[in-house]
Each structure stands twice: as C-alpha cells, then as structure tokens.
C-alpha cells in the first residue's frame, strides 16, 4: 500500500475488539515511535493493555470504547506543531500495521491516561488504537480551493499534497487550515480559530509531505 492509499484507507475509529496488539506489531511501532522522538524532541509513549484511561463514565458524541491501547502524546511546551507531525507519522505507520487510530483530546480521562511527563513537559492528547470493530468511514470535508490557491495548471505534486492534506484528520473535521504556493515553495498556516488548530497544522502538514514526495523541502522559510 502506497502512502496515498495508507492515508485513503485510515479512519478515525471509536470502538474497538478485545484482541490484543500482536507482538510484532507493538515492536514495529515501537520502533517507529523512538524514531520519531530522537527526531523531534518529543516523548510520544506507547501505552497497551491499558483500559482505564477511556473509562470516562460520561457517556457523548466521540467516546471510546473497548480500548486499551494508546499513544501519549508528551513533549516539551509551545511543540504543537511537531506534535501533529510526529504523532501523526506514528498513526500511518500504526495504519501500516493493520492497527486503528483516533486522535483524542477530549473524550478519555487526564486523571486515568498513564505516560510520564518530565520537567518542561506537558501531554497534549492522546491517540487510541487496536483492532477496530469496523475500519471507520470517510467524512465529507472540504475541497481543494476551499483549502488553497489551487488553480487549474498547478504542478501535479502540489495538487497531490492538497488532496493527501484533506485526507488528514482535524479537530471535529474543522479541517481549519491553508496552502500557498510560490513556485516550489509551500506556505502552510492555520485558518481561522478553532480547537487544536496548531496540532491540527502539524498533521496537515505531514500529510501533504506526503502526498506531495518533497518532504520537508517543500516548505518556504519564513
């Protein structure tokens, strides 16, 4: 599977089987998850067989349910961004594996959800996973314009970043952001205000590396 098929066929899903994560799996992820730390400065930790921390006892709209396994999203202050970035690097590659995933900021408990944070440090969410009773369902968003300076004779690769960045999931599908190009340079900001937008930004932003097979070339400094 390509990474435009990988990011067609991840859903954001909300409940889960009691089948555990297979060994491999959890050492792929592993793996993954060390990558993206050395990386980045983060302390994203893989937490499994854990079921307390979505045991909120508030029934609504986005509960998890049967889950027990999860990615703490932990770092530094002020890294929203990478958060999106790097949290949402380790998502594909749980989509890679076969694993569920949705991102959570809300709906699970602060009190219960294990994963230490060091002095400086702060969890900025978390992101269930395991094997989903169903793969989930694509949502209705937005278009390319809606999202860009997109017109009609733009590079191939920019329409693919576009298309790879709508796929990306956001807070309540705000999908709360934009792209401008300047030759082969890409400008990404948030758009408007919304819940989440800067991890939200980081995500996007991941995505359209993706789709556009630049990587962190793409982007023009500011």
């Not at 499994?48 to 889950?67: D, L, S, V």
């Not at 191939?156 to 709508?166: F, P, R, V």
């Given at each position: 599977?390509?990474?435009?098929?990988?990011?067609?066929?991840?859903?954001?899903?909300?409940?889960?089987t009691?089948?555990?994560?297979?060994?491999?799996?959890?050492?792929?992820?592993q793996?993954?998850?060390?990558?993206?730390?050395?990386?980045?400065?983060?302390?994203?930790?893989l937490?499994?067989?854990?079921?307390?921390?979505?045991?909120?006892?508030?029934?609504?709209?986005?509960?998890?349910?049967g889950?027990?396994n999860?990615?703490?999203?932990?770092?530094?202050?002020?890294?929203?961004l990478?958060?999106g970035?790097?949290?949402?690097r380790?998502v594909l590659?749980?989509?890679e594996?076969?694993?569920?995933?949705?991102?959570?900021?809300?709906?699970?408990?602060k009190?219960?959800?294990q994963?230490?944070?060091r002095?400086?440090?702060?969890?900025?969410l978390?992101?269930?996973?395991g094997?989903g009773?169903?793969?989930?369902?694509?949502?209705?968003g937005?278009?390319?314009?809606?999202?860009?300076?997109?017109?009609?004779?733009?590079?191939?690769?920019y329409?693919?970043?576009?298309?790879a960045?709508?796929l990306?999931?956001?807070?309540?599908?705000?999908?709360?952001?934009?792209?401008?190009r300047?030759?082969?340079?890409?400008?990404?900001?948030?758009?408007?205000?919304?819940?989440?937008?800067?991890?939200?930004?980081?995500?996007?932003?991941?995505?359209?590396?993706?789709?556009a097979?630049?990587?962190?070339?793409?982007?023009?400094?500011?």
């Amino acid at each position: 599977m390509d990474n435009m098929e990988l990011m067609k066929a991840r859903h954001s899903v909300r409940r889960f089987t009691d089948r555990p994560l297979e060994e491999a799996a959890v050492a792929a992820l592993q793996a993954e998850i060390d990558e993206s730390n050395r990386e980045s400065g983060l302390h994203i930790q893989l937490i499994t067989n854990e079921p307390e921390a979505f045991r909120t006892g508030k029934p609504g709209y986005g509960q998890i349910r049967g889950c027990k396994n999860y990615l703490a999203i932990v770092g530094p202050k002020d890294m929203d961004l990478a958060a999106g970035y790097y949290g949402e690097r380790v998502v594909l590659k749980a989509q890679e594996l076969g694993i569920h995933s949705c991102w959570v900021a809300l709906t699970y408990s602060k009190r219960k959800a294990q994963g230490a944070e060091r002095p400086g440090e702060k969890r900025y969410l978390v992101v269930a996973l395991g094997y989903g009773e169903t793969s989930g369902v694509a949502h209705k968003g937005k278009g390319l314009t809606d999202i860009s300076d997109y017109r009609p004779g733009d590079p191939d690769w920019y329409k693919s970043g576009l298309e790879a960045a709508l796929l990306a999931p956001t807070a309540v599908n705000q999908q709360k952001f934009r792209f401008e190009r300047d030759g082969e340079k890409v400008t990404a900001k948030v758009s408007g205000v919304g819940f989440y937008t800067k991890i939200d930004l980081g995500i996007v932003m991941y995505h359209f590396e993706l789709g556009a097979g630049r990587g962190k070339a793409v982007w023009k400094e500011s």
